[in-house]
């Protein structure tokens, strides 16, 4: 997988690039980040990439034309071919639709991503019109730029592709993974589950007492089916607190909707 990053703030990315499994993925040449100056793609002695926009109003806006040069020195296939050639050009903006993990899931069947990290008060919209496929937001917030996006989708994108993470279950049973997986290939019953799109389940781990707080007992009890179970309930609880919109969604068993009704509503 290989991402191209362009950006004012070309050094922005130093740092992020160098830690973790991003820089283990990038060492192993599983993926490959190239980050590009967007000034320079400008003609102008000021190296200017903003104007004043049409109609009034507050702040600057990107110029289109640095923007479509330095997409087209990196010579990515046509608007309408880039499925054919399993590439794509993102624009990072606060008008952008919400990017979730089943977007980065999506964008792992691409071999090649452009990000446009916007500035200022917008970008030109020609630029998403003529160049982008799509925009993508992080958040409803705003940002001062989308390099703090760019930096999202590269880091979320790259930790599902096959052989980045140690452990490639390490993708499926966190928060917003795939749905339950069963039992093992041997039947053994699992004490883990994929959520399903719902929030992660409590971890733990030693020392088994810390602050006055134990680990829950049935963790320690080895009986898989119970250790599932009490994830499950865990998982629909914090989910239910934090995010009740994925419950909209999620695939739940009678079993699932009886505990979510037992449940206390959260104070806030």
């Given at each position: 997988?290989?991402?191209?990053?362009?950006?004012?703030?070309?050094?922005?990315?130093e740092?992020?690039?160098?830690?973790?499994?991003?820089r283990?993925?990038i060492?192993a040449?599983?993926?490959?980040?190239?980050?590009?100056?967007l000034?320079?793609?400008?003609?102008d002695?000021?190296?200017?990439?903003?104007?004043?926009?049409?109609?009034?109003?507050?702040?600057?806006v990107?110029?289109?034309?640095?923007i479509?040069?330095?997409?087209?020195?990196?010579?990515?296939?046509?608007?309408?071919?880039?499925?054919?050639?399993?590439?794509?050009?993102?624009?990072?903006?606060?008008?952008?639709?919400?990017?979730?993990?089943?977007?980065a899931?999506?964008?792992?069947?691409?071999?090649?991503?452009?990000?446009?990290?916007?500035?200022?008060?917008?970008?030109?919209?020609?630029?998403?019109?003529?160049?982008?496929?799509?925009?993508?937001?992080?958040?409803?917030?705003?940002?001062?730029?989308?390099?703090?996006?760019?930096?999202?989708?590269?880091d979320a994108?790259?930790?599902?592709?096959p052989?980045?993470?140690?452990?490639e279950?390490?993708?499926?049973?966190?928060?917003?993974g795939?749905?339950d997986?069963?039992?093992?290939?041997?039947?053994?019953?699992?004490?883990t589950?994929?959520s399903?799109?719902?929030l992660?389940?409590?971890?733990?781990?030693?020392?088994?007492?810390?602050?006055?707080?134990s680990?829950?007992?049935?963790?320690?009890?080895?009986?898989h089916?119970k250790?599932?179970r009490?994830?499950?309930?865990?998982?629909?609880?914090?989910?239910?607190?934090?995010?009740?919109?994925?419950?909209?969604?999620?695939v739940?068993?009678?079993a699932d909707?009886?505990?979510?009704?037992?449940?206390?509503?959260?104070?806030?």
């Amino acid at each position: 997988m290989r991402f191209d990053i362009i950006s004012i703030f070309p050094g922005f990315f130093e740092g992020f690039l160098q830690h973790g499994v991003l820089r283990r993925a990038i060492s192993a040449s599983m993926v490959e980040v190239r980050v590009h100056d967007l000034r320079s793609f400008t003609h102008d002695r000021h190296r200017t990439v903003d104007d004043r926009p049409f109609g009034g109003g507050e702040g600057m806006v990107l110029k289109p034309e640095p923007i479509a040069a330095a997409v087209e020195s990196l010579g990515v296939a046509p608007k309408a071919e880039r499925n054919l050639q399993r590439e794509s050009v993102v624009l990072l903006s606060a008008q952008g639709a919400s990017f979730t993990q089943a977007t980065a899931r999506q964008l792992t069947l691409l071999e090649r991503i452009v990000l446009i990290c916007g500035r200022y008060e917008g970008v030109d919209e020609r630029v998403s019109e003529l160049i982008a496929d799509c925009e993508l937001s992080i958040g409803d917030y705003v940002l001062s730029g989308g390099e703090l996006g760019a930096a999202v989708i590269v880091d979320a994108v790259s930790r599902l592709i096959p052989g980045v993470l140690g452990n490639e279950a390490s993708s499926e049973y966190e928060s917003f993974g795939n749905a339950d997986t069963g039992p093992t290939s041997n039947g053994t019953p699992r004490s883990t589950y994929g959520s399903g799109g719902l929030l992660d389940y409590p971890h733990y781990t030693r020392p088994q007492e810390f602050g006055g707080l134990s680990v829950p007992e049935v963790l320690a009890g080895g009986d898989h089916e119970k250790i599932r179970r009490w994830r499950r309930e865990r998982a629909l609880e914090k989910t239910l607190h934090n995010r009740p919109d994925l419950l909209e969604k999620a695939v739940l068993s009678p079993a699932d909707r009886a505990f979510i009704k037992s449940i206390q509503p959260p104070s806030c």
